[in-house]
């Protein structure tokens, strides 16, 4: 089961009510959807078949029909725990992993979230005690909305769009939350974008069991390098890990593939599923048309000549889609119904790339990709983290003589060539965790936000209150491993995997990403930093692990992030939508941005052409989202995958 939605009313739910939000959420459940109608609840699911391809759509109940439950995603150790629970006395209809849930909720009640291996999102109804129990997976690979509304209605639905069927439901910005998204590009749990809904956090539960609702965690990972095993041991042990991680999250009842970068996670991830599969991998590239050899080419056709590398060592069945270069009106009209699909809005432009690919897999008839996803988190992979580390080593020399001597001459070297040194010297003065974790991370500095709210206030002072917590969490004397730790908790859950989960089930695919098991990331958590950034390589330990896997191009490569040309696409294939959408009437009709500093940014970014991409795409997804959800300007579309497909 892909999509789930469901009400719980103080007295009677409506059943209609749920079979429109049934039908907004069809392309999570191309399979058909359930609902199930028990007083004061009605609940459902949509279904995406990967498991047990006969047992039937919609809630699956215990034996008594007392215990109900709706589930999106998958269980990884489910056969293991059917076999204990039949061992305990439970009798099962279905092959299916959804059905492992209702018997162990029976057996361990909120317990058998801490048993389950898997991702998911999941909501339980206790008939006799009247018990809702609504849950997320660990590292947040698939997300649960809901809202509480004044009349006791409590609503909750994968994707947030199906809220609205509810006509209680505001349709408003939450403007607590714009410092937020101005800041890191997305909104961190429990709040969103939209006035009156939440999500739930990473590794959490709500109940709501008599007229009370509570939440709380049962994970939270811990990072700890106290008691790391020896370099060579933790080698050998993250090779075992990664093989029995990656072969459990191959089980299904359908076709699966990959997606393939041909960056080191990926390579990995297929590496393995192609010494464990009986026919060839079937993997999946998106790039651009572009003239071979041309400057254009070898920036952004990066991933399709490593990728193809790959493909040709390890035997798989490649496929791979071309942007076209030069049809803006197609592209357009793509973006904004991405971002509608999207339902909260992020500054990942990937979006693009992601809806690419997993069209291409579903025209193939593959239903089930492989990600590498989280493995940068976990592992140490992205440039910000060397950059920090060797801030740390330039912060280790003694304070004054740093502050008072080293620094102000750094600051005023001249010329170009001395930029690095320059930004060293300035990032150095930041004393306040959070301002420090901004350095890199930062979408746009809290205080270039005077200029673009029409509304501004302390936009650092919200950020950090929420970041804080977080970077204080871990146990080491390094701040790079704040830092990740941050980001495999925020970043990772509500960036990267919103903008997986939710283009690919716009193309009514599934995702998994082995990298972020529970089990492999508390593994990874229990490593030193000198493990991962080692001898001046990122992710050391684990390209050790796979050495022998995959093309040492692949373990050499220079890191080269999933972009698109986003910044060219603003001056050229989407200059009219960028005119047409931020307009006085528009941007003035949301209240949210000056018009008079989104008019400079696109006279710098696009006449002048100096460098305003960040600030401009966000003020773009932000106005095309309120058009489509908050004021009704623009009328929603779904995409599919024929249409992204078409030649």
């Given at each position: 089961?892909?999509?789930?939605?469901?009400?719980?009313?103080?007295?009677?739910?409506?059943?209609?009510?749920?079979?429109?939000?049934?039908?907004?959420?069809?392309?999570?459940?191309?399979?058909?959807?359930?609902?199930?109608?028990?007083?004061?609840?009605?609940?459902?699911?949509?279904r995406?078949?990967?498991?047990d391809?006969?047992?039937?759509?919609?809630?699956?109940?215990?034996?008594?029909?007392?215990?109900?439950?709706?589930?999106?995603?998958?269980i990884?150790?489910?056969?293991?725990?059917?076999?204990?629970?039949?061992?305990?006395?439970?009798?099962?209809?279905?092959?299916?992993?959804?059905?492992?849930i209702?018997?162990?909720?029976?057996?361990w009640?909120?317990?058998?979230?801490?048993?389950?291996?898997?991702?998911?999102?999941?909501?339980?109804?206790?008939?006799?005690?009247?018990?809702?129990?609504?849950?997320?997976?660990?590292?947040?690979?698939?997300?649960?909305?809901y809202?509480?509304?004044?009349?006791?209605?409590?609503?909750?639905?994968?994707?947030?769009?199906?809220?609205?069927?509810?006509?209680?439901?505001?349709?408003?910005?939450n403007?607590?939350a714009?410092?937020?998204?101005?800041?890191?590009?997305?909104?961190?749990?429990?709040?969103?974008?939209?006035?009156?809904?939440?999500?739930?956090?990473?590794?959490?539960y709500?109940?709501?069991?008599?007229?009370?609702?509570?939440?709380?965690l049962?994970?939270q990972?811990?990072?700890?390098a106290?008691?790391?095993p020896?370099?060579?041991?933790?080698?050998?042990?993250?090779?075992?890990?990664?093989?029995e991680?990656?072969?459990?999250?191959?089980?299904?009842?359908?076709?699966?593939?990959?997606?393939?970068?041909?960056?080191?996670?990926?390579?990995?991830?297929?590496?393995?599923?192609?010494?464990?599969?009986t026919?060839?991998?079937?993997?999946?590239?998106?790039?651009?048309e572009?003239?071979?050899?041309?400057?254009?080419?070898?920036?952004?056709?990066?991933?399709?000549?490593?990728?193809?590398?790959?493909?040709r060592?390890l035997?798989?069945?490649?496929?791979?889609?071309?942007?076209?270069?030069?049809?803006?009106?197609?592209?357009?009209?793509?973006?904004?119904?991405l971002?509608?699909?999207?339902?909260?809005?992020?500054?990942?432009?990937?979006?693009?790339?992601?809806?690419?690919?997993?069209?291409?897999?579903?025209?193939?008839?593959?239903?089930?990709?492989?990600?590498?996803?989280?493995?940068?988190?976990?592992?140490?992979?992205?440039?910000?983290?060397?950059?920090?580390?060797?801030?740390?080593?330039?912060?280790?020399i003694?304070?004054?003589?740093?502050?008072?001597?080293?620094?102000?001459?750094?600051?005023?070297?001249?010329?170009?060539?001395?930029?690095?040194?320059?930004?060293?010297?300035?990032?150095?003065?930041?004393?306040?965790?959070?301002?420090?974790?901004l350095?890199?991370?930062?979408?746009?500095?809290?205080?270039?936000?005077?200029?673009?709210?029409?509304?501004p206030?302390?936009?650092?002072?919200?950020?950090?209150?929420?970041?804080?917590p977080?970077?204080?969490?871990?146990?080491?004397?390094?701040?790079?491993?704040?830092?990740?730790?941050?980001?495999?908790?925020?970043?990772?859950?509500?960036?990267?995997?919103?903008?997986v989960?939710?283009?690919?089930?716009?193309?009514?695919i599934?995702?998994?990403?082995?990298?972020?098991?529970?089990?492999?990331?508390?593994f990874?958590?229990a490593?030193?930093?000198?493990?991962?950034?080692?001898?001046?390589?990122f992710?050391?330990?684990?390209?050790?692990?796979?050495?022998?896997?995959?093309?040492?191009?692949?373990?050499?490569?220079?890191?080269?992030?999933?972009?698109?040309?986003?910044?060219?696409?603003?001056r050229?294939l989407?200059?009219?939508?960028?005119?047409?959408?931020?307009?006085?009437?528009?941007?003035?009709?949301?209240?949210?941005?000056?018009?008079?500093?989104?008019?400079?940014?696109?006279?710098?970014?696009?006449?002048a052409?100096?460098?305003?991409?960040?600030?401009?795409?966000?003020?773009?997804?932000?106005?095309?989202?309120?058009?489509?959800?908050?004021?009704?300007t623009?009328?929603p579309e779904r995409?599919?995958?024929?249409?992204?497909?078409?030649?």
């Open positions: 089961m892909c999509g789930i939605f469901g009400q719980l009313h103080p007295e009677y739910a409506d059943p209609s009510l749920i079979d429109r939000m049934a039908r907004k959420l069809a392309h999570r459940g191309p399979d058909g959807y359930g609902i199930h109608h028990a007083g004061r609840l009605a609940f459902g699911a949509g995406l078949a990967i498991i391809l006969s047992a039937p759509a919609g809630v699956i109940f215990n034996e008594d029909c007392s215990v109900g439950v709706v589930f999106n995603g998958e990884y150790n489910h056969q293991s725990l059917r076999a204990e629970l039949q061992a305990l006395g439970h009798v099962f209809r279905t092959r299916t992993d959804t059905e492992v209702v018997h162990g909720y029976e057996a009640g909120v317990g058998v979230l801490e048993r389950l291996r898997g991702m998911f999102a999941i909501g339980i109804w206790d008939q006799p005690n009247e018990r809702l129990l609504l849950a997320r997976d660990r590292c947040g690979e698939k997300p649960l909305y809202t509480r509304l004044p009349g006791g209605d409590l609503l909750f639905a994968s994707e947030a769009k199906a809220l609205f069927e509810h006509p209680g439901v505001p349709r408003a910005v403007h607590a714009l410092p937020a998204y101005l800041t890191l590009g997305y909104v961190p749990p429990p709040v969103t974008l939209f006035a009156g809904i939440d999500k739930l956090v990473p590794g959490s709500l109940i709501s069991e008599r007229d009370a609702v509570r939440t709380g049962y994970w990972p811990v990072m700890d106290s008691n790391a020896p370099y060579t041991e933790a080698v050998k042990l993250l090779r075992a890990k990664l093989i991680t990656v072969e459990a999250q191959m089980m299904s009842d359908v076709p699966i593939g990959a997606f393939l970068s041909g960056g080191v996670d990926s390579s990995a991830v297929v590496a393995v599923m192609a010494q464990a599969a026919q060839p991998v079937q993997t999946f590239t998106v790039g651009y572009a003239d071979a050899g041309s400057a254009y080419d070898k920036k952004f056709n990066q991933d399709v000549e490593y990728a193809a590398e790959v493909a060592m035997k798989t069945e490649h496929h791979v889609i071309r942007m076209k270069a030069n049809d803006g009106g197609v592209l357009a009209s793509l973006v904004t119904r971002i509608y699909m999207l339902d909260e809005p992020i500054t990942d432009a990937t979006i693009i790339l992601t809806a690419y690919v997993a069209a291409l897999a579903r025209i193939h008839h593959i239903p089930v990709l492989l990600s590498g996803d989280g493995g940068d988190e976990i592992f140490g992979g992205y440039q910000h983290y060397a950059a920090d580390h060797l801030l740390s080593r330039y912060m280790a003694p304070s004054l003589l740093r502050s008072s001597v080293i620094t102000p001459l750094l600051e005023r070297l001249p010329g170009q060539r001395f930029d690095g040194a320059r930004k060293l010297a300035r990032k150095s003065r930041q004393t306040d965790p959070a301002a420090r974790y350095e890199w991370l930062a979408w746009i500095k809290p205080e270039r936000h005077g200029a673009l709210l029409s509304q206030g302390d936009s650092f002072g919200a950020v950090a209150d929420v970041l804080r977080v970077l204080a969490q871990p146990h080491t004397d390094q701040f790079t491993d704040r830092v990740a730790y941050a980001d495999l908790r925020l970043r990772l859950p509500e960036y990267w995997n919103c903008r989960d939710k283009m690919c089930m716009t193309m009514s599934e995702s998994r990403a082995p990298l972020q098991d529970y089990q492999l990331a508390e990874a958590l490593l030193p930093l000198s493990y991962k950034l080692r001898g001046g390589e992710k050391a330990v684990f390209k050790d692990a796979i050495r022998d896997l995959v093309p040492s191009s692949v373990l050499t490569r220079h890191k080269w992030g999933f972009n698109p040309p986003t910044s060219r696409w603003m050229g989407l200059r009219p939508l960028v005119e047409q959408t931020l307009t006085r009437e528009r941007v003035e009709a949301a209240g949210v941005y000056r018009y008079e500093t989104i008019q400079r940014m696109i006279h710098d970014h696009i006449v052409e100096k460098y305003e991409m960040h600030g401009l795409w966000q003020a773009l997804i932000f106005h095309l989202w309120h058009a489509q959800y908050i004021d009704g623009i009328t995409v599919t995958p024929e249409e992204v497909y078409a030649p």
